[in-house]
């Protein structure tokens, strides 16, 4: 700024094209931690027996990673994976977390009876609104009319 409030428009110009790279990298970080804290849901909130299908979640950019571990056990395998993943992670194309053992469906279908049907739906629900909680996202407001 010049004296009198007076805006130097090269100067202006500048900051704006620092601000406009800067958004890119921010809204893939952004991504990633909202990404993390859905998987992180989806994790813990899978129904446990051996631990097989906790511990087959994996994270991928680009496509879905159809991996199947026979030796991968509990929470901790797949936490892991999702947190190098997002630590790692520059890309800002599209991110799955999959589990391709054969019977995750059913799981999710309520088979199980240790988690309620539907509890990947109900973990996306609360990673997003963790995310909401520590503003990393935000919804417009409803509007009336």
Same mark, same amino acid.
């Given at each position: 700024?010049?004296? #009198?409030?007076?805006?130097?428009? %090269?100067?202006?110009?500048?900051?704006? %094209? @620092?601000?406009?790279?800067? &958004?890119? /990298? @921010?809204?893939?970080?952004?991504?990633?931690?909202?990404?993390?804290? $859905?998987?992180?849901?989806?994790?813990?909130?899978?129904? &446990?027996?051996? /631990?097989?299908?906790? /511990?087959?979640?994996?994270?991928? !950019?680009?496509?879905?990673?159809?991996?199947?571990?026979?030796?991968?056990?509990?929470?901790?395998?797949? $936490? +892991?994976?999702? @947190?190098?993943?997002?630590?790692?992670?520059?890309?800002?194309?599209?991110?799955? !977390?999959?589990?391709?053992?054969?019977?995750?469906?059913?799981?999710? +279908? #309520?088979?199980?009876? @240790?988690?309620?049907?539907?509890?990947?739906?109900?973990? $996306? %629900?609360?990673? !997003?609104?963790?995310?909401?909680?520590?503003? !990393?996202?935000?919804?417009?407001?409803? %509007?009336?009319?």
């Amino acid at each position: 700024m010049a004296k #009198g409030g007076e805006i130097k428009p %090269r100067a202006f110009a500048a900051r704006m %094209r @620092q601000f406009a790279a800067s &958004i890119p /990298g @921010q809204s893939n970080r952004i991504k990633m931690m909202v990404f993390y804290e $859905i998987g992180y849901r989806i994790v813990l909130n899978t129904p &446990i027996d051996t /631990g097989k299908a906790r /511990g087959n979640w994996y994270p991928s !950019l680009g496509a879905p990673d159809m991996s199947v571990s026979e030796s991968a056990r509990g929470s901790g395998v797949s $936490i +892991g994976r999702i @947190q190098s993943f997002v630590k790692s992670s520059t890309n800002p194309g599209t991110v799955y !977390l999959t589990n391709s053992l054969p019977y995750i469906d059913l799981l999710d +279908g #309520g088979w199980s009876g @240790q988690a309620p049907q539907g509890f990947t739906n109900k973990s $996306i %629900r609360q990673g !997003l609104a963790r995310a909401k909680k520590t503003q !990393l996202i935000s919804y417009p407001k409803d %509007r009336k009319g």
